[in-house]
């Protein structure tokens, strides 16, 4: 079993950063496809970002440009920076991971709690 910490949501203005973390809770996390989803109330989950355990990454389009993940597996961390966040932006952020094809979607085995985010305008 896999666990997984999401950290780094808060209120920013339209236009501010935000850098929100994902720890795993062993290393064997780094063999897993690791997605970022966001969620609001009333709305279907949607597929931010996904990277691979070799640092590929795959964008929504609603992240292209401004949304970049990583990874420091050495920390069995994920990482979604986030700029030029804009209003419609605001949702819970969850970290998934899984195997299977990786890209911005799809089920995932393991999830964590989710990490709120809010941008005013």
């Known amino acids: 079993q896999v666990q997984l910490v999401e950290s780094g949501g808060n209120s920013v203005q339209a236009g501010g950063s935000l850098r929100l973390s994902c720890t795993a809770s062993r290393d064997t996390y780094s063999t897993f496809c690791r997605v970022w989803f966001r969620q609001t109330p009333g709305k279907e989950r949607e597929g931010v970002a996904s990277?691979?355990?070799?640092?590929?990454?795959r964008y929504a389009d609603s992240a292209k440009g401004r949304f970049t993940i990583s990874q420091d597996n050495a920390k069995n961390t994920l990482y979604l920076q986030m700029n030029n966040l804009k209003p419609e932006d605001t949702a819970m952020y969850y970290c998934?991971?899984?195997?299977?094809?990786?890209?911005?979607?799809?089920?995932?085995?393991?999830w964590g709690q989710g990490t709120q985010v809010t941008v005013s305008s």
């Open positions: 998934a991971a899984g195997r299977g094809v990786c890209y911005p979607g799809g089920l995932r085995d393991y």
């Open positions: 990277i691979t355990r070799d640092g590929t990454p």
